[in-house]
Nanobody, 116 residues
Framework: EVELAESGGGSAQAGGSLRLTCTTS????????LGWFRRTREKECEFVST???????SYADSVKGRFTISRDNAKATVYLQMNSLKTEDTAVYYC??????????WGQGTLVTVSS
């Protein structure tokens, strides 16, 4: 059974940092592309970042230069380092396996709230 669990969300001031962690099990982690998406109050779920099995990364324009995705295959864990946070980064963040540009499995999400 595929399981993903996000953690590390919380409250931060604008300009601050948070690090999200996603622990996984139940699938061949090192063979899969992983990603982070987020859902805000106003918008549909939107792409944040992905990392392929060989470590290639991609980012939404809105987070490029501020967020960094990484993976630890030995721990079957993917991370999202978020720096220079903005109020518009407030959202529930989901990690998951990526298939054709979208999450095909995901965790319960972790809430990030950024205040000014």
């Amino acid at each position: 059974e595929v399981e993903l669990a996000e953690s590390g969300g919380g409250s931060a001031q604008a300009g601050g940092s948070l690090r999200l962690t996603c622990t996984t099990s139940g699938f061949s982690f090192d063979e899969r592309e992983l990603g982070w998406f987020r859902r805000t109050r106003e918008k549909e779920c939107e792409f944040v970042s992905t990392i392929t099995s060989d470590g290639s990364t991609s980012y939404a324009d809105s987070v490029k230069g501020r967020f960094t995705i990484s993976r630890d295959n030995a721990k079957a864990t993917v991370y999202l380092q978020m720096n220079s946070l903005k109020t518009e980064d407030t959202a529930v963040y989901y990690c998951g396996t990526v298939l054709q540009g979208a999450l095909d499995t995901w965790g319960q999400g972790t809430l990030v709230t950024v205040s000014s």
